[in-house]
């Protein structure tokens, strides 16, 4: 297994470990008896996990190897996402969930950071098709369980399979990343907090946007259609799939565009695409024209994260882990903010027109643009120069 592979594998492992719990939500509810207010409660608890845990693990990417951290957590996701399944009750659950989501984070600092130096060593951008391959990591976790689900197949058994097959294929691939000695950042020297630079924090800010948007488009995307539009279930589903689908795909041909645009290019077509494509869907105001504006949501959204995670990790006298742990963190919270934000304005004013805050985040991705340039660069990178695939 390539170097390339193995890498792209961790990513695909990491979203399909997580999508095989998600997907057996309605199960588990029903399972520990939870109503729909204490689900909500206790589904806060991924987030509450990551949140904590990010910023540690970047700091501790100074000290430890990202492939070290990798396989560890890997192997703590892969035992965590079985918890749900056998938990007795709501408390027991929200706390479990705490522990797969700090698994999650854990596993998303480590894996972006090896990315990131993989990236280096093959001398050409690949951290946009790895982000994919998370993408389609989710959709083999979530098949997996609609499989299960459609032939009533109890949630554990589900998770333990998940486990098994997508746990043992990150495990195998975790050994064939770049070895210790190749790590720049292992021993690095710790920066503090406060000493990150504001053009770090800046990009982390552009990240909340992208992120507020991707995460308002996941929860709202049906109902706009649905209720607001007066569409179908099925037609709101397609929505939700079409933003998806969009996103995953953009994510296979962002690694070509910013070789060929630069970061500073990308970022402002990106949101340019975002802001107008939505907008104009939800200015028409009609079904097709909604699903049309979320395809373009996210075909628009697909290349910004990883584009902030790249420039992030470039800048100078900044460690690979911290740099990305900043991002990733006000990211995540962008995530978590966005659909109680668009929800709440929606019920002061209409859901029609708060929706208009994913047309807004795309602008202010633009408006952000500029802090992603290479420091003492032109805004557009050159084209690297391929290297061999070791």
Not at 73 to 83: I, K, N, R, S
Not at 234 to 248: N, R, T
Not at 294 to 317: E, H, K, N, Y
Not at 353 to 358: D, G, I, Q
Request: hydrophobic letters at 55%; one cysteine or more; aromatic letters at 6%.
């Amino acid at each position: 297994m390539s170097l390339r592979a193995a890498i792209t594998a961790v990513f695909f492992a990491n979203g399909a470990l997580f999508a095989t719990w998600a997907a057996r939500i309605p199960a588990i509810a029903d399972r520990v008896d939870a109503g729909t207010g204490a689900l909500g409660l206790a589904l806060l608890g991924p987030a509450v996990g990551a949140l904590v845990t990010m910023p540690l693990v970047g700091r501790r990417l100074t000290r430890r190897p990202s492939r070290t951290l990798c396989r560890l957590f890997v192997a703590a996701l892969a035992l965590a996402v079985l918890l749900p399944a056998v938990v007795p009750g709501v408390p027991a659950l929200a706390a479990v969930l705490v522990l797969v989501g700090a698994a999650n984070g854990g596993l998303d600092i480590a894996m972006n950071a090896q990315g990131v130096t993989a990236e280096r060593h093959l001398r050409r951008p690949i951290l946009s098709s790895l982000h994919a391959a998370f993408s389609f990591g989710a959709f083999a976790g979530a098949g997996l369980g609609a499989v299960c689900a459609a032939l009533d197949v109890a949630p554990l058994p589900n998770v333990v399979a998940g486990a098994v097959l997508f746990g043992g294929l990150g495990l195998l691939a975790v050994g064939r990343l770049l070895p210790d000695d190749r790590d720049p950042d292992a021993g690095a020297q710790r920066l503090p907090w406060r000493r990150l630079p504001p053009r770090l924090l800046v990009m982390g800010v552009a990240c909340f946007f992208c992120l507020m948007a991707e995460g308002g488009a996941n929860d709202w995307s049906a109902k706009l259609v649905d209720d607001d539009l007066g569409g179908t279930a099925a037609l709101g589903a397609i929505a939700f799939a079409a933003f998806s689908l969009a996103m995953a795909g953009g994510r296979l041909v962002a690694d070509a565009l910013w070789a060929r645009w630069g970061a500073v290019g990308l970022l402002r077509r990106s949101g340019a695409l975002a802001a107008a494509g939505f907008g104009a869907g939800l200015a028409v105001g009609t079904v097709p024209a909604a699903i049309a504006g979320f395809a373009a949501l996210g075909l628009g959204l697909s290349g910004v994260v990883p584009t902030l995670f790249r420039a992030a990790a470039d800048q100078p006298g900044v460690p690979t882990g911290p740099a990305l742990a900043t991002t990733s963190s006000l990211g995540y919270l962008g995530f978590l903010a966005g659909p109680p934000l668009i929800g709440g304005l929606g019920e002061l004013t209409s859901l029609h027109l708060s929706a208009a805050l994913l047309a807004v985040a795309g602008l202010l991705v633009v408006a952000l643009a500029p802090t992603a340039r290479p420091p003492g660069g032109p805004a557009a990178a050159p084209v690297p120069d391929p290297a061999p695939t070791p």
